[in-house]
């Protein structure tokens, strides 16, 4: 068998190993037999000798010019392009998502660039009136310093682009620790920064586990700035450790999706969209759509049509371009899948396709899991109302448009939300009432586009968003300026007359 390929650290513009030596082994998850390679596992000290490397890189990185800035991303954007079916080869290797997602993981990242780039020269600010005369006022976006970052497994080059690109058009200095299942793409990613011109230590990479990297990076005093992406478990370690020392912290966690199918709805588009929503991404999105909430009328078509369609799907390796359904990231996302099969039995909703790992031919090597449907589910069981990150998914009946919401609403997440209907006075109460960051109008609850904010209410987010303006928001600071050109003192709120 080949020798696994080693992959270092990236500090201070140098790829370097772990100060303990200590490495651990990128596994793909649909052939566990591949070592995609081998990474540092890195600590406290790792993590405090990247913090050192941005902070000694923020102050040059803050003067350089936000256009000058955006050309870099503009570069890597580039960059990424001519390397897209590398990169998405990759990625397919490591986290096991299938070819046509990862090319989309990658144009992610692209049209990220791009768009943070065009920032560069935006970044808008405001300038107001003054209560008094011959003064003038106005607010300015100025950087906040050294940020870090914890990064998924899903969306492994995507969402590192999230952070990064906004963060760096904004003057920020940045650690980021990828997932520990998925850090080559962020490596990847990094490597199209590096090959655009980022000076050194500008961004940094620390890969590793969540307790011994993630951890120190939360905790380091001089990361001023926190962007995690995760479980709402960890979200809420990382937000409380993040408050004691009052630092900006994005938490963007799980969801629990519903698509809505009204009597009314194309079903035949409502069920494509269900299979897409449900089985994308093998279910591994926080927008996954994993609650069918189907009125009663076309209750039964729906699940016919959902059941067929779903058990057609072809489960394989994603590198083969015919495999519709990609492999669970590991072992532990299998247990999780079957943990919610064996309650969703328990709790009486009726298995109709799947609850099964596979395990024979091919299959036998990867963490394969059956696309699995719940029908004649109610919105009290726990595969209904927990996150499961995996292809389960369970159909609820509807009686009403009002329950329909009401139930939607049911859970303790608020990502995405989806509604099937040809009513428009429906489709727009559905808008306005559901609770959560995204809703979508005849169209599944995953794909996202980068221009518009991205994250949820509830237990998915704490009330920050990534993409779009909203990445701009909290990857800098307002700084209100006034200048006054009366040349005698003027009070403000004093000086009445
Ligand atoms: C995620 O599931 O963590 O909207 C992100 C989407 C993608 C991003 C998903 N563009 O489904």
Redesign the pocket.
């Known amino acids: 068998m080949a020798q696994s390929k080693i992959y270092k650290n990236f500090i201070g513009g140098e790829w370097v190993e772990s100060r303990s030596g200590q490495t651990f082994e990128n596994v793909n998850p649909a052939d566990t037999r591949d070592i995609v390679g081998i990474f540092p596992a890195s600590s406290k000290a790792d993590v405090d000798d990247a913090v050192e490397s941005a902070k000694a890189a923020a102050e040059k990185w803050r003067l350089t010019p936000p256009p000058k800035r955006a050309e870099i991303l503009f570069r890597a954007g580039e960059i990424l392009t001519e390397r897209k079916e590398d990169y998405a080869r990759d990625m397919t290797r490591e986290m096991g998502k299938v070819l046509k997602e990862t090319r989309g993981d990658v144009q992610?990242a692209i049209d990220t660039a791009f768009y943070m780039a065009g920032e560069g020269r935006r970044l808008y600010g405001v300038t107001t009136t003054s209560e008094l005369q011959n003064k003038f006022a106005m607010c300015v976006r100025v950087p906040i310093g050294v940020v870090g970052m914890i990064a998924?497994w899903?969306?492994p080059m995507?969402?590192p682009s999230w952070k990064l690109f906004p963060a760096l058009v904004c003057g920020n200095t940045c650690v980021i620790k990828p997932a520990e299942d998925t850090p080559l793409s962020t490596l990847n990613l990094v490597r199209a920064l590096v090959e655009a011109g980022l000076p050194k230590g500008v961004v940094n990479i620390v890969t590793g586990f969540g307790p011994d990297a993630g951890a120190p990076i939360v905790n380091h005093p001089d990361t001023r700035a926190i962007s995690f992406?995760g479980s709402s478990e960890v979200g809420r370690i990382v937000g409380e450790v993040a408050a004691r020392s009052f630092k900006p912290c994005s938490l963007?966690m799980g969801?629990k999706n519903a698509i809505i199918v009204l009597d009314d709805a194309n079903v035949d588009l409502a069920v494509e969209g269900a299979v897409w929503g449900a089985f994308g991404?093998t279910g591994q999105?926080?927008?996954?759509a994993s609650r069918m909430l189907v009125q009663k009328g076309v209750y039964n078509e729906f699940v016919s049509k959902f059941v067929e369609r779903s058990s057609r799907l072809k489960v394989g390796n994603g590198i083969d371009e015919s495999v519709e359904m990609g492999p669970q990231i590991n072992q532990q996302q299998i247990e999780t899948s079957a943990r919610y099969v064996e309650l969703g039995r328990n709790d009486g909703a009726k298995l109709l396709l799947g609850g099964n790992r596979l395990t024979s031919g091919d299959h036998a090597r990867g963490h394969f899991f059956e696309p699995t449907i719940f029908g004649d589910g109610n919105y009290k069981m726990r595969i209904a109302l927990e996150e499961i990150f995996g292809p389960v998914v369970t159909v609820v009946p509807i009686g009403s448009f009002d329950e329909a919401i009401e139930v939607a609403n049911s859970t303790p997440y608020g990502l995405?939300s989806s509604i099937y209907t040809r009513d428009v006075n429906k489709a727009f109460k559905a808008v306005r009432d559901i609770y959560a960051g995204i809703t979508y109008v005849n169209a599944p609850?995953?794909?996202?586009?980068v221009h518009l904010p991205?994250g949820g209410v509830k237990s998915t987010g704490n009330g920050h968003r990534e993409g779009g303006i909203g990445a701009i928001d909290f990857f800098s600071q307002w700084k209100s300026v006034y200048v006054d050109y009366s040349d005698k003192l003027q009070r403000a709120q004093i000086d009445t007359e």
Do not use: W
């Open positions: 992610e998924p899903n969306f995507a969402i992406t963007e969801g991404t999105r926080c927008t996954a995405s609850t995953i794909g996202a586009e991205f």
